[in-house]
């Protein structure tokens, strides 16, 4: 069974930063692509940024040179460094694998986990 588990939300201000990790069970996580998605109540989950089994990582335009995906195979982890957070980064936060597709249109597993909730206060 699929297991997706995301911690490290929370409440910070504008410039702040924070650090979500993502452990998954039930996969072959270091032959899995994994990805970092976000949703805003009412709007459609957004893939922010993916990491390759060989470490390439792609960003959306809106989040580069202020976010980090990176992964440690050892603990079945992915995070998602977030720095000079803004007012628009408000979302809840979620990991997946990837199954198919190119940047940005990926196919994501079935297996969503409960997110974890980022809020940026300005």
């Known amino acids: 069974q699929v297991q997706l588990v995301e911690s490290g939300g929370g409440l910070v201000q504008a410039g702040g930063s924070l650090r979500l990790s993502c452990t998954a069970s039930?996969?072959?996580?270091?032959?899995?692509?994994m990805g970092w998605y976000r949703q805003v109540s009412g709007q459609k989950r957004e893939l922010v940024a993916n990491?390759?089994?060989?470490?390439?990582?792609n960003y959306v335009d809106s989040v580069k040179g202020r976010f980090t995906i990176s992964r440690d195979n050892s603990k079945n982890t992915a995070y998602l460094e977030m720095n000079s957070l803004k007012p628009e980064d408000t979302a809840v936060y979620y990991c997946n694998y990837l199954l198919s597709g190119t940047w940005p249109k990926y196919r994501p597993s079935n297996s969503w986990g409960q997110g974890t909730q980022v809020t940026v206060s300005s």
């Open positions: 990491i390759a089994v060989g470490g390439n990582t």
């Open positions: 039930g996969i072959n996580f270091r032959l899995s692509m």
